[in-house]
T-cell receptor
Framework: QKEVEQNSGPLSVPEGAIASLNCTYS??????FFWYRQYSGKSPELIMS????GDKEDGRFTAQLNKASQYVSLLIRDSQPSDSATYLC??????????FGKGTHLIIQP | EAGVTQFPSHSVIEKGQTVTLRCDPI?????LYWYRRVMGKEIKFLLH????????ESGMPNNRFLAERTGGTYSTLKVQPAELEDSGVYFC?????????????????FGPGTRLLVL
């Protein structure tokens, strides 16, 4: 059974600091990796996708992928209170449904 | 451009009743997905349509759940009869035609979800 593991948190980070979110996955056949942000009561919103080993940067966000270690991470630089949300790691093996982790609850302290 | 919409936003029903959830994907999106999040658990994949065809319904919990996408536009998910364990948030997502973008890079856009409570 495919699994995606995340620390549920809460992860508390001071405003302006770097928030580091981690995720591991069990299926070595996974091809695509996504980070979604979900505010309470709202729909998941895609913030980053990554498909190859290494880093991918987009503004204040950097996704990191290590397929050998089956590890994905998300770094948020210069954290803002508006970044406070639940961050969901999702993995795609083939052209079907995403496998999600339970999410990490991130709190940015002003 | 309108996003994925779902109706109703909330539904409270009694055990044994029937509920039908609706999802309207982003216009032009061939792929439509249903997911469910039960309290305390992760979001779980239920099934995937490409246009009107079911591609994978391996995530459907049991035969009390029936999904349709007649005409390849909106989709419905019917639960009949509903049980207590069916309570949760049901999300719908859509994505473009994978033949153009490549399935690995498809972005799935999620709707706001339907919060179902079975009493």
């Amino acid at each position: 059974q495919k699994e995606v593991e995340q620390n549920s948190g809460p992860l508390s980070v001071p405003e302006g600091a770097i928030a580091s979110l981690n995720c591991t996955y069990s299926d070595r056949g996974s091809q695509s990796f996504f980070w979604y942000r979900q505010y309470s009561g709202k729909s998941p919103e895609l913030i980053m996708s990554i498909y190859s080993n290494g880093d991918k940067e987009d503004g204040r966000f950097t996704a990191q992928l290590n397929k050998a270690s089956q590890y994905v991470s998300l770094l948020i630089r210069d954290s803002q209170p508006s970044d406070s949300a639940t961050y969901l790691c999702a993995v795609l093996e083939r052209a079907d449904g995403l496998t999600f982790g339970k999410g990490t609850h991130l709190i940015i302290q002003p | 451009e309108a996003g994925v919409t779902q109706f109703p936003s909330h539904s409270v029903i009694e055990k044994g009743q029937t509920v039908t959830l609706r999802c309207d994907p982003i216009s032009g999106h061939d792929n439509l997905y249903w997911y469910r999040r039960v309290m305390g658990k992760e979001i779980k994949f239920l099934l995937h349509f490409v246009k009107e065809s079911k591609q994978d319904e391996s995530g459907m919990p049991n035969n009390r759940f029936l999904a349709e996408r007649t005409g390849g536009t909106y989709s419905t998910l019917k639960v009949q009869p509903a049980e207590l364990e069916d309570s949760g948030v049901y999300f719908c997502a859509s994505s473009q035609d994978s033949r153009r973008t490549g399935w690995r890079s498809e972005t799935q856009y999620f709707g706001p979800g339907t919060r179902l409570l079975v009493l």
